[in-house]
C-alpha cells in the first residue's frame, strides 16, 4: 500500500469539518437539553462550581486536536477503502466507532468501575461522532 499517495489525497477541509462537527455534537450531548444533567451527576461535578471550569480550555483544545487526528485516520481509511457513499461510510463509522472507539473505551471503564448510564452516555456519543466524522470526510471529495 503506498500511504504517501493516500494522504496526499486528503481533503483536510473536510477533515477539519469533521473534527468540528465531532466537538459541536459534544457541546449539544453535554449540553442541559440532552445529558449534561445525568453525566455531571453520575461523575460527581457540580455543573455551577466555579472550580470545575478550571483547565476547561485546555481540554477543549486537546479534544478537538483527538477529534482531528481521528478524522485523518478516518480520512486516510476511508481513502484507501475507497469508499464513495454516505451508507458505506455510515457503516464505516459504525464499525470503526464500535471496534476501535467503544472497545478502547470500554478497557477504561471496566478498570475504573464506572456506571454502566455513564458508559451509555459516552459511548452513544462517540458512536455517533465516529459515523459523523465518517461521512463528512468520506463524502465531501
Known sequence: M????HFMHLNFL???????????????????ILFAKPWAKIVGMGMN??????GMVAMM??????????AVGMS??????????????????????????????????????RSMMLYVIDGVYHLIGSMIVAIIVTVWK
Not at 14 to 32: C, K, N
Not at 61 to 70: A, M, P
Open 49 to 54: 462550581d466555579p472550580n470545575n471550569r478550571k
Open 14 to 32: 473536510a477533515i477539519a469539518a469533521g473534527a468540528v462537527a465531532y466537538f459541536l455534537l459534544g457541546a449539544i450531548w453535554y449540553s442541559p
Open 76 to 113: 486516510f481509511l476511508s481513502h484507501a477503502l475507497h469508499l464513495q457513499t454516505w451508507v458505506s461510510s455510515m457503516r464505516f463509522g459504525l464499525l470503526t466507532g464500535v471496534c476501535f472507539g467503544i472497545t478502547v473505551m470500554s478497557v477504561g471503564f471496566i478498570y475504573e468501575k
Open 2 to 5: 503506498n500511504y504517501t499517495h
Open 61 to 70: 483544545v486537546v479534544s478537538f486536536v483527538c477529534f482531528f487526528i481521528l
